[in-house]
T-cell receptor, first 111, second 115 residues
Framework: GEDVEQSLFLSVREGDSSVINCTYT??????LYWYKQEPGAGLQLLTY?????DMKQDQRLTVLLNKKDKHLSLRIADTQTGDSAIYFC???????????FGSGTRLQVQP | SQTIHQWPATLVQPVGSPLSLECTVE??????LYWYRQAAGRGLQLLFY??????ISSEVPQNLSASRPQDRQFILSSKKLLLSDSGFYLC??????????????FGEGSRLTVL
């Protein structure tokens, strides 16, 4: 299977919370990352979490890391229409100098 | 502050024609440089990375090549494009070595359509 897996699509209503999930197979990453991609644009780093942490909160964003289950999630509180985008999780595989990305989750926020 | 530029932003090329996409980074020295491809509706596939001038690592066998003629310049090329080369190409950089958070910083992307 893929090194990093994500569900492809999530639809929420404006004001609700969004939870985007990611599972990974290689647990060697020192850091795990969440990126956001708006239509036709490059990827923008949203946040990252150190692998020894369980949780990181940054304003409306909360990252949870379950190392035992190799599961990473991104929660967006009070989701806004401007949050509509594709969200990628990423990590570094053992011996690799590059990041491996999931397939991306398209978040659609309905007014 | 560091910036990354890639061009052209959009390119439409016939099958069999050559390709050259350029990427430059400003405000940092000796970065690691990367080319990724994003096919329509899919994730990112690593194509090439470079840890220094003239040092290129290829991740997948393909119709493309990369070069790094200067410290902060990374070029993606093809001699003859295939239909399957269509996609969104992203250049990225990161600080070399360990002891940093290791994130990649991306350019705005180049959309290539091969007809």
């Amino acid at each position: 299977g893929e090194d990093v897996e994500q569900s492809l699509f999530l639809s929420v209503r404006e004001g609700d919370s969004s939870v985007i999930n990611c599972t990974y197979t290689d647990s060697s990453s020192t850091y795990l990352y969440w990126y956001k991609q708006e239509p036709g644009a490059g990827l923008q780093l949203l946040t990252y979490i150190f692998s020894n942490m369980d949780m990181k909160q940054d304003q409306r964003l909360t990252v949870l890391l379950n190392k035992k289950d190799k599961h990473l999630s991104l929660r967006i509180a009070d989701t806004q229409t401007g949050d509509s985008a594709i969200y990628f999780c990423a990590g570094a595989r053992t011996g690799r100098r590059a990041l491996t990305f999931g397939s991306g989750t398209r978040l659609q926020v309905q007014p | 502050s560091q910036t990354i530029h890639q061009w052209p932003a959009t390119l439409v090329q016939p099958v069999g024609s050559p390709l050259s996409l350029e990427c430059t980074v400003e405000g940092t020295s000796n970065p690691n440089l990367y080319w990724y491809r994003q096919a329509a509706g899919r994730g990112l596939q690593l194509l090439f990375y470079s840890i220094g001038i003239g040092q290129i690592s290829s991740e997948v066998p393909q119709n493309l090549s990369a070069s790094r003629p200067q410290d902060r310049q990374f070029i993606l090329s093809s001699k003859k494009l295939l239909l399957s080369d269509s996609g969104f190409y992203l250049c990225a950089w990161r600080t070399a070595g360990t002891g940093n958070t290791g994130e990649l910083f991306f350019g705005e992307g180049s959309r290539l359509t091969v007809l």
